[in-house]
């Protein structure tokens, strides 16, 4: 079982918004300003898409934005394409003793 | 152009050890800690471990300490993860990431599969 909670899958009709969920504990996405989120192709590189709760990299488009509210983050993708089929990972660092990184079990994005 | 590139991955008997190799391109290697993050058939993302820039600082996940050991070559741009008495539950692709100063990783590499015969 992953540290942080993510719906197993998520869907959507190209155009649409969907929002996708991270739920941590107060050790993690609770306590820090440090949540990240992934993009995967299966077979590639995952890819960088929000840092820093609402940070997005250069060159990732504005489709995408992130937010977070107690022990939860959530990831939000408006003006749905059939390239954003994917599969979504969260992360964030954690004052755990036993590890610095907690991510998602991932959440699989469908564009109907 | 930033880039990951993993290799030695591959089928290895229960018990038994491989060396994962990152080799980095087109950044300041020396100035960054590396990660080792894994992912299991089916499953989410798990981070392994990481190294200080230096290599003066290594981190574990309590499920990989005692057998597996990250180390680094700045001279060779390259990273490392030697494994060893290694389980099933050790099947994965494995990736090196960039641990970036904003707190994430970026970039990551294409990844690596081992895969643990019992």
């Known amino acids: 079982q992953s540290a942080l909670t993510q719906p197993a899958s998520v869907s959507g009709s190209p155009g649409q918004s969907i929002t996708i969920s991270c739920t941590g504990t107060s050790s993690d996405v609770g306590d820090y300003n440090y949540v990240s989120w992934y993009q995967h192709h299966p077979g590639k590189a995952p890819k960088l898409m929000i840092y820093g709760v609402n940070i997005r990299p250069s060159g990732v488009s504005n489709r995408f934005s992130g937010s977070k509210s107690g022990n939860t983050a959530s990831l939000t993708i408006s003006g749905l394409q059939v390239e954003d089929e994917a599969d979504y990972f969260c992360?964030?660092?954690?004052?755990?003793?036993?590890?610095?990184?907690?991510f998602g079990g991932g959440t699989k994005l469908t564009v109907l | 152009e930033v880039q990951l590139v993993e290799s030695g991955g591959g089928l290895v008997q229960r018990g038994g050890s491989l060396r994962l190799s990152c080799a980095a391109s087109g950044f300041t290697f020396s100035t960054y800690w590396m990660s080792w993050v894994r992912q299991a058939p089916g499953k989410g993302l798990e981070w392994v471990a990481n190294?200080?820039?230096?290599?003066?600082?290594?981190n574990y996940v309590d499920s990989v300490k005692g057998r597996f050991t990250i180390s680094r070559d700045n001279a060779k741009n390259s990273l490392y993860l030697q494994m060893d008495s290694l389980r099933a539950e050790d099947t994965a692709v494995y990736y090196c990431?960039?641990?970036?100063?904003?707190?994430?990783?970026?970039?990551w590499g294409q990844g690596t599969l081992v895969t643990v015969s019992s």
């Open positions: 992360c964030s660092y954690t004052r755990s003793s036993t590890l610095n990184w907690v």
């Open positions: 990431a960039r641990e970036g100063s904003a707190w994430n990783f970026d970039p």
């Open positions: 190294i200080k820039q230096d290599g003066s600082q290594k």
